[in-house]
């Protein structure tokens, strides 16, 4: 798996890293707000043996459910950002933005 963030995704975490500090994302890959990615501040979520840090954006570590993880451990993922109201806890939501993953099956070289 191999993560990595858009142009306008950096800018947006840039933005939220001035305005509340450290940073951390987690994908839950529950139904409605958990399969987006949310941000926190860093540590306000309280991650468990039941999660995965699968890499960082921008400096903050990225966290996925291993339920999640085991079922897009295969997949490249690109973590971008559009317009519209986000997770219902994500930082993003005042920027009327939202988080959003767009994957693509690994290829073997």
């Known amino acids: 798996m191999k993560l990595s963030a858009t142009e306008s995704c950096v800018e947006l975490i840039e933005l939220l890293k001035s305005k509340h500090g450290d940073l951390m994302f987690h994908q839950s890959g529950g139904c409605c707000d958990g399969s987006s990615p949310m941000c926190y501040p860093r540590g306000e979520f309280k991650t468990g043996a039941q999660d995965v840090l699968i890499g960082e954006l921008a400096g903050c570590p990225f966290y996925m459910g291993k339920a999640q993880y085991k079922l897009w451990q295969h997949t490249d993922l ?19 933005k939202r988080f959003i993953v ?4 690994c290829t073997v070289d």
Not at 78 to 96: C, K, M, N, Q
């Open 102 to 105: 767009r994957s693509e099956v």
């Open 78 to 96: 690109t973590i971008d950002v559009v317009d519209g109201r986000g997770a219902s806890f994500s930082l993003e939501i005042p920027e009327g």
